[in-house]
T-cell receptor, first 114, second 109 residues
């Protein structure tokens, strides 16, 4: 089954404690992306990747890092989380880098930073 | 002015009604996406359009490239259609989507 898998789905952590949210897709997609969703602000892109070792900043990259060492995986790293990073995070993938193909989303990761 | 505008922001209707959600955009695009998000749930792709019209079950999506406008229609609406519907456009020669603010739809039994 074609899918994007994110883990963990729910996480409560404390300020400054490094964490990683994993994302994996099984569709051999070129394009992967991370979004955060906050009430009243909609979806905002954090980082995206067009292929292995090719990543670029989205609209709200501050405080986040990503890597794309393998085509299927695109982890989101919060080196020193802060309360303003409390949010719902989505990973997405698409076959086309120009986003002219179907989008597939993970189920979301709800992160709370105390 | 936002580059992607959705209307209405909120819509409440009775079961069985015909629903229309609109999306207007101001940039050149290579594709337009309609997505659905149930409360507390994930995001599901409904349609990707670059021209014309697509139909899937009770859902129909149309796009008019000249007028820079797309509509999502739901026929014979049902309470399980209650969700937020989001329009997003892929700009020409760009690797990012521009997102609409979403339309919250509630279908009452």
């Amino acid at each position: 089954e074609a899918q994007v898998t994110q883990n963990p789905r729910y996480l409560i952590t404390v300020t400054g404690k490094k964490l990683t949210v994993t994302c994996s897709q099984n569709m051999n997609h070129e394009y992967m992306s991370w979004y955060r969703q906050d009430p009243g602000l909609g979806l905002r892109q954090i980082y995206y990747s067009m292929n292995v070792e090719v990543t670029d900043k989205g609209d709200v990259p501050e405080g986040y890092k990503v890597s794309r060492k393998e085509k299927r995986n695109f982890p989101l790293i919060l080196e020193s989380p802060s309360p303003n990073q409390t949010s719902l995070y989505f990973c997405a993938s698409s076959l086309s880098n120009y986003l002219t193909g179907e989008l597939f989303f993970g189920e979301g990761s709800r992160l709370t930073v105390l | 002015k936002n580059e992607v505008e959705q209307s209405p922001q909120n819509l409440t209707a009775q079961e069985g009604e015909f629903i229309t959600i609109n999306c207007s955009y101001s940039v050149g695009i290579s594709a337009l996406h309609w997505l659905q998000q149930h409360p507390g749930g994930g995001i599901v792709s409904l349609f990707m359009l670059s021209s014309g019209k697509k139909k899937h079950g009770r859902l129909i999506a149309t796009i008019n490239i000249q007028e820079k406008h797309s509509s999502l229609h739901i026929t014979a609406s049902h309470p399980r259609d209650s969700a937020v519907y989001i329009c997003a456009v892929a700009q020409d020669s760009n690797y990012q989507l521009i997102w609409g603010a979403g339309t919250k739809l509630i279908i009452k039994p």
